[in-house]
């Protein structure tokens, strides 16, 4: 249909300052699903997320993973968190 456009499209119309903007506020909701499913403060919740591979890929603009929905992402970091071995 005339006027479609695919996530690519829309994504490449964003400034670097919307993107970070997309960026900022996941990480916000990412965040926030931690506190209450890990049950960590903020403190920690930002911790777990920052040294995340999903965070990682996240600040990633090739991923457009900061374009997808809060709950997508963040059952990356789950599964990251759930296969994540201690050394």
């Not at 670097?16 to 990480?27: F, G, N, T, V």
């Not at 499913?37 to 900061?66: H, N």
Request: glycine share 4%; hydrophobic share 30%.
């Amino acid at each position: 249909m005339e006027g479609d456009c695919d996530d690519t499209t829309m994504t490449s119309k964003l400034t670097p300052e919307q993107r970070q903007l997309l960026k900022d506020e996941l990480s916000v909701d990412i965040a926030g699903y931690l506190v209450d499913d890990f049950r960590l403060s903020p403190q920690e919740a930002i911790d777990v997320l920052y040294t995340s591979e999903t965070f990682e890929r996240l600040q990633d603009d090739a991923t457009g993973l900061y374009y997808q929905s809060p709950g997508y992402v963040y059952s990356f970091l789950q599964n990251e968190l759930k296969n994540a071995r201690v050394e």
